[in-house]
């Protein structure tokens, strides 16, 4: 089993920035690959940025390329998203996933634990 509470969310305006935090517990932290998802009202949810199931690279959705940074701090069980540059467009429910073997990264389904999901929103 594996936990994953994530944290830091809020209220910002567009431009602004903000770091969501995803603590995890459970198994070993190197035993499994934490993605970062989100989903606005109405729509999917859907891939926002990850690691590879090695944890050496990082990948990103196209819409926030450049913009958004994922991290991890071993030593404290947690991974990081670091949000600049923020759009209205962003605003949505942040979740962290984790899953326990390698697969497509991309897809929800991939994915065994999931965090609760933590509000972001972005006002113009």
């Known amino acids: 089993q594996v936990q994953l509470v994530e944290s830091g969310g809020g209220l910002v305006q567009a431009g602004g920035s903000l770091r969501l935090s995803c603590a995890a517990s459970?198994?070993?932290?190197?035993?499994?690959?934490i993605s970062w998802f989100r989903q606005a009202p109405g729509k999917e949810r859907e891939f926002v940025a990850g690691f590879t199931w090695g944890g050496d690279s990082t990948y990103y959705a196209d819409a926030v390329k450049g913009r958004f940074t994922t991290s991890r701090d071993n030593a404290k069980n947690t991974v990081y998203l670091q949000m600049n540059s923020l759009k209205p467009e962003d605003t949505a429910v942040y979740y962290c996933a984790a899953r326990i073997s390698a697969g497509r990264f991309r897809e929800r389904s991939s994915y065994n634990y999931w965090g609760q999901g933590t509000q972001v929103t972005v006002s113009s």
């Open positions: 459970g198994r070993t932290f190197s035993s499994y690959a």
